[in-house]
């Protein structure tokens, strides 16, 4: 079950410094992944996606990677800036082939860049 | 650039008392979401909504809970009889079609169960 008050992972990164922010999956089978930025007290913006059938995307500044091998996903972000920090969610595509899916998210890091 | 919309930003209630959650979702979408964030947890998904029916709903959305799309523009999550435990961030997302997965999210309506 759930843990009540979940304590979110932090990654204390410089201004300036890259940052890689990492993800474990659940579901072997699923075929599509996002990331989203939650400022406080927002909503989830989307960042960047990727399908099962690649292994790297890149956005601006950012760039995803996914090891279906070991089913972990990273989000790498360029040159991080203090407009970065924020909460990061990890998302996979839930569902059974439906086009109406879910996303089933994961706990999330806090990402705090440090000036 | 267009965006999901949610209304109210928050909304207070007492316990036992009916609520609507509104949302208006990206104009030329069809595919509507509710999920809900408990303080300090992660996005739950609560139910996915396309051509006027339900189409996938979780555990949280017991009879207490229904969505609605009304007329062409709104989606509401109606919570008829709210529980402590219904305090949380509600959020509205949508989906373009079949051929695209990205879901876009609202800023959220914090609803406070007193």
């Known amino acids: 079950g759930e843990s009540v008050g979940l304590h979110l992972p932090t990654l204390s990164v410089q201004e300036g410094d890259n940052s890689i922010i990492n993800c474990a999956y659940s579901n072997s089978a699923s075929d599509y992944f996002i990331w989203y930025k939650q400022e406080s007290g927002k909503g989830p913006q989307f960042i960047i996606d990727?399908?099962?059938?690649?292994d790297k995307r890149q956005g601006q500044r950012v760039t995803v990677l996914l090891n279906k091998t070991v089913k972990h996903l990273s989000l790498q972000i360029a040159a991080t800036q203090p407009g970065d920090s924020a909460v990061y969610f990890c998302?996979?595509?839930?569902?059974?082939?439906?086009?109406?899916?879910?996303?089933?998210f994961g706990s999330g890091t806090r990402l705090l860049v440090r000036p | 650039e267009p965006e999901v919309t949610q209304t109210p930003s928050h909304q207070v209630t007492q316990m036992g008392q009916e609520v609507i959650l509104r949302c208006v979702p990206i104009s030329n979408h069809l595919y509507f979401y509710w999920y809900r964030q408990i303080l300090g947890q992660k996005v739950e998904f609560l139910v996915s909504?396309?051509?006027?029916?339900?189409?996938?709903k979780s555990e949280i959305f017991d009879d207490q809970f229904s969505v609605e799309r009304p007329d062409g523009s709104n989606f509401t999550l109606k919570i008829r009889s709210t529980k402590l435990e219904d305090s949380a961030m509600y959020f509205c997302?949508?989906?373009?079609?079949?051929?695209?997965?990205?879901?876009?999210f609202g800023p959220g309506t914090r609803l406070t169960v007193l």
């Open positions: 909504f396309y051509n006027n029916e339900i189409s996938e």
């Open positions: 997302a949508s989906k373009r079609d079949p051929g695209t997965d990205t879901q876009y």
């Open positions: 990727i399908r099962s059938n690649m």
């Open positions: 998302a996979e595509k839930g569902g059974a082939g439906d086009s109406s899916y879910k996303l089933i």
